[in-house]
Structures are given as C-alpha cells and as structure tokens.
C-alpha cells in the first residue's frame, strides 16, 4: 500500500535552471517581478522534466481571490433548494484554507424576468465560476450561458441538466430514471389494473418550477404506459401563489373524482396534499407519494398521510457539486460531466435511516 | 465564520513550568525520561490551565504503531465482507499519517471452533483496537468480548448488534426495522391477499450466519403477520456447504409448491434462486428479494431474475466504522454507540445510481 516516487523540488528546478529558489518558486505560482530570461530558462527546465504543477500548493500560496457564485431558485426554510444551499456553503468551509468568496443570487422560478435580472446581478459581481440552479425555459438559459461562455466563466448545473450545454459538471438525479422508478413504485402500490392515480403539479406561469419535475412526469407516464396501461391518470394543476385556492381545487377534484385513490407529485409539495386529506377528509384514503425528505413531507410519512417518498440527498448534492467546481476552477483537476445522484425510496420503516 | 481563541503553546507552559520546551514536549505526548519532579511542575500548571491536549497532534507526533485488528466471517470476491474488508483498509490509507498495523483474522461463520481459535490469533497479536463481524453464537461473543473487557481493549461491532455488550461504536443496519421495510415491498408486490411466499435460508450448523439476517427474518415475518396475515410462508433451507444439493432443494421446492409466486432471502444470496430459475424453469415466474448489491445480485435485477434488492453501503460501513475506532482510540474522542446505516431499496430503474 506504500508508493514510492522520486520527487523533483524547487531547489533542484532552481539548480537545473542557474535561478534561485524564490525566482522558480514566482514562476510556479505565476507571480510577476521575474524576468523574461529567468522565466525562459525556468520554463525550458520544466518542459523537459514534464513538471506537473501541484495546484494545491500553489493555490494555497497564491494571493488570488476565487470568487465562486451561485444563482438558485428561491426557497423557504427547509425546503429542497435550502438544503442544496446549506450542502453548497459546506464546501465553502472545507475548503477555507484557501480565499474564497461564495455569493447567492436567488430568483423566482416563475418569473423569468427575475432571473435575467439575476443573472446581470451576478454577471455584474464578475465571479470565476458559477453555479446555476436552472430556470426551466431553453432560451434563458441558453442566453445566461452564452454569456457565461464568452467571458470563459466555468459554470456547473445543478438539480436539472440540459445536455445542449456544456458545463464543468451536473448533479442531479437522472429524470426520467426517476420518474420510471416513481411509476415502479406506484404499479406495486395499485392493487387493481385499472386504478386511478391523479398527478399533482405545483405551477407558475403555466408550467412546473424545472426541467426535473417536468422530465420526472414523462418517465412516469412511459412506466405507466407500458405496465398499467388501463390506469387512469388525472392531472391537477395547484398555483404556487394561491394558497387558498389549492383547498378548494383539491375539494373539488376529490369529491368529483371518488375513485382516486393514488396521488403522485414530482417536486417536495406532496404535504400538501396528504394535509388537506387529512384535515378536510379524513375518511378518504389515498395513497400519496412524492420527492424529497424535507421536514414537512417527513412529518407526513410518520403520520401516514403521505406513503411514499423519492429522496436524493440534497446537502451531498451542493457539497459534492461545489468540491467539484473548486476542484475544477482552483485545481484544475478535470471533472465528469454528468454526476448522476441516487434515487431512495423512504416508507414509515426506513426514513429514519436516511441522511440528506 | 471565523472563530479566534487564545491558544496556550508549549513555550507558554515551559515558562510557567520552569521548565524547558522538550520536557514539556515529552510530558504532553506521554514520553518517558522526564524526571518525576518536572513531571509534577508541568501536570500543575497544565491542570490549572485546564489544559485540553491537541490529540491529533500529539499523536502525529507520538512513535507508538497503533495496531488494529479485524475478525470478519470468511468471505468470497465481491461478498458484502469483501467489500466491508476493503472499506476498512480504506480507512486505513486515510490515516496513514500515523503509524498503524491492521490485521484481519477470517473464521467461517458456520463453525464456532473456527471463530474461537480465530479470536486467540487475535488476542496473541496484541492488538489496541479490535472490530468485530460477530459470530451468531452469544456465549461464544460473549466469552471474546469479555476477553477483550479484561484486557480493556475497545471493540467495534459490525453489521450484527447485541445490546448486551458495551463496544464504542457499532455499523450496521437496524436488523428488525430492515425486515420489516423488506415486509413492506413484499406486501406491495403482491398482489393477492393470500398468496404463498417462500424464505430462503442459507444455512450451517442448523443456523444462519448472523443475527442481523435471523433478526431481518423476525421483523418480515412481524410485518407480514400485521399487514399480510392470510399470506402462507414457506421456508426453504439451503446448506452453505453442499452448492449441489441447493438445485436439489430447490427443485424439489418449486415442483411441490407450484403456487409460489414470491420469495425472499436475508442476506446476498438471492441470486442462487433467481439463476436456478432461470437455468432450471424459464417458464416459473417467480417475484424475488434479496439483500446487497453485490455482482451477482446486480446481474439478476438486471436480467429480471430478480426484482428488489435492499442495499446498505459495506464499503461505507467499513469506512466509516474503521474512522470511528480511529477517532475514539488514537484521538480520544467519544463516539456514538449506535450508527444505524440506510435501509435502501434497489430495482433495476435506480440501481445503476447506487454506490456503495
């Protein structure tokens, strides 16, 4: 388990090249105040012996600032994107040995105005490298990411990926596959072969909040098209500004619908539907299932109203995608393009044992 | 997030010592030749200071090999303790910083002799530390673990836990809340209300080889029992030491019981069913569960021979479990007596997102 190899120091480049100690060591950490001929003659010498630079060290020793940025949907306490946050500002600790800056820019995932004006707020901060929280309409994100690209800014996608683009690094979890193994579960948990099921959107502007969910709902329909084609699958729509109006939609649809007995939703709102049930209609029994182990959901799942979680360790999700960025931007160590997180089921039995 | 404290250096405590550097140097790290007189001026002012020692300094800084030992059931390429082995030496690598040994002593989990004469080995190489892969026998556990008591060396248990011993820490899965998760999924895949599921045992010395997969077995049955109870449960013992008379078994299982439809195991060897099958009788569709990913069982979800596999993360379990005994035996620092890992459920729709 001991490896040995011969390590080449500064004193032997210094030696190599008839230059001091000091003068190879602002050559290697690319400082200025050495002269063109020190330079050439230190650069000939690390051309020959094939001298891989060691980035930590240098890094370390550098004076720079690496300013990282981030642009996120906004999010209340606790919610899926908070975590991904607390997981990003993680890495900000772990790796404080070196200067690093880290700003959020938040936006409105319904409001496309909003996150332009984002992205000019974050541009303007002339950050290294950033990390986007997706909005879900191609052209704005094409257009930031242009922008990004011109400047030469390394970028990572979290949550939802868009192969079109071409960022240092994704994490998230494979959509569609998560969709599928939602509809998975859901074929097991219908008993008959033609059962209802309604899937419940969380919408804006006339569309879900990302590529994920939306993406998530093709892969279970493909499932459910293919397993349990005789099942009927409602849709229904909730407006995330309108809080009281979600009661009387779901009032409505439930008592219009009395055969529904399955619900799905493909974002971390399945709580409320499993609270309304269980407020407004106690007697009625619906299966539920939904994404992401926040508090809420969690409080569902050890009460019964809510079956079924998707989970998908969100804090590893910004840690894991802010290392790689640093290891990227800071290091220069290349990263893999697409980091596909897991996909968890979590019941009553075993969400205790699940860690974000 | 920036914190400041005043810290006291060795300078510091010399001076108050009257004493120099060196002598308090080799008071802090427990070395000898220090005169009995010095001693006492430096342990009064390091009481009066309430002095917390720097163990991960001290022991960078010490001589002493820190030797650990490991006595783990005998296992095959690719097995679950093959992979728990290499998350151990893993750990092993991480804090190769400081001086460690690391043994690993194997006894076959079906032959108590085997483990006793195991456990002396161990106890003769002197180790600090000792982890544990628990035999099945209490008597036998308990007569190691008062063994090590008597010695005063501190133990890990792995994968098995027994509430009536006192190690520093142990890893493994929560055994009854697994079984009852894999209940659970069980109850979900089937679809009639009184449909025959079968248990598949792989047996030695009239036994399985753990608690953890007994106690696996006690919280399915506590499940089905609840939520199943018109289900018949057959079970089908398969010897460890006789790999053709398990074709045998189990042809001779499926022949007689043609309304087997499901079927479950408690530790990784699910796959001798699902391929048995499949070679044997193509045409017998038969719903199978098993524990751990490893190779084979990955290429049975894959193939479709067999459907669920619940996952714990060996590899981890060793990490961790190694970092664990390291933290609380060279550093000193006091661990969690209970890490109950994930219960995690493995389909072939995510599985290719699971990492050990």
Redesign the interface.
């Known amino acids: 388990?001991m490896e040995t190899q011969s390590k080449i120091r500064i004193k032997d480049i210094a030696e190599m090249s008839g230059v001091s100690v000091g003068t190879v060591d602002r050559v290697l950490h690319g400082r200025t105040n050495v002269s063109k001929k020190s330079l050439e003659k230190v650069q000939k010498v690390l051309d020959e012996i094939n001298y891989v630079p060691n980035h930590y060290a240098s890094a370390l020793a550098s004076n720079k600032v690496h300013k990282f940025a981030a642009i996120l949907p906004m999010h209340e306490v606790d919610s899926y994107w908070a975590r991904v946050e607390k997981g990003l500002y993680e890495g900000v600790?772990k790796f404080?040995d070196f200067k690093i800056s880290f700003d959020v820019f938040q936006y409105d995932p319904f409001n496309d105005e909003s996150f332009k004006s984002e992205c000019d707020n974050l541009i303007n901060s002339e950050p290294d490298a950033v990390i986007i929280g997706p909005i879900f309409n191609y052209n704005i994100m094409k257009n930031f990411v242009d922008r990004l690209d011109k400047k030469e800014l390394p970028y990572a996608l979290l949550d939802s990926n868009w192969s079109e683009f071409n960022p240092v690094t994704f994490y998230g979890?494979?959509s569609l596959?998560?969709g599928?193994?939602s509809?998975?579960?859901m074929e097991?948990?219908i008993?008959g072969d033609a059962d209802e099921i309604a899937i419940f959107r969380v919408m804006g502007e006339g569309r879900v909040a990302s590529r994920q969910q939306m993406n998530r709902e093709v892969g279970f329909r493909n499932?459910m098209k293919e397993h349990c084609p005789k099942c009927k699958i409602h849709e229904v729509n909730l407006y995330a500004y309108d809080k009281p109006g979600m009661k009387e939609i779901l009032n409505e649809f439930f008592t219009q619908n009395p055969d529904v007995q399955y619900g799905v939703s493909f974002n971390s709102s399945i709580h409320l539907v499993g609270e309304f049930l269980c407020k407004e209609m106690p007697k009625r029994k619906v299966t539920l299932m939904g994404y992401d182990a926040v508090d809420a959901n969690v409080k569902c799942i050890k009460d019964g109203s809510v079956d079924f979680l998707i989970a998908q360790h969100p804090h590893d999700q910004g840690l894991n995608c802010f290392r790689s960025m640093f290891n990227a931007c800071v290091l220069h160590i290349k990263q893999k393009r697409d980091h596909?997180?897991?996909?968890?089921?979590l019941?009553?039995?075993?969400i205790?044992?699940?860690?974000d």
Not at 347 to 350: C, F, H, Q, R, S
Not at 352 to 355: E, H, P
């Open positions: 388990m600790r404080n979890q494979d596959k998560s599928e193994f509809g998975r579960i097991m948990a008993k499932y596909y997180v897991s996909i968890e089921l019941t009553k039995e075993n205790d044992f699940y860690t």
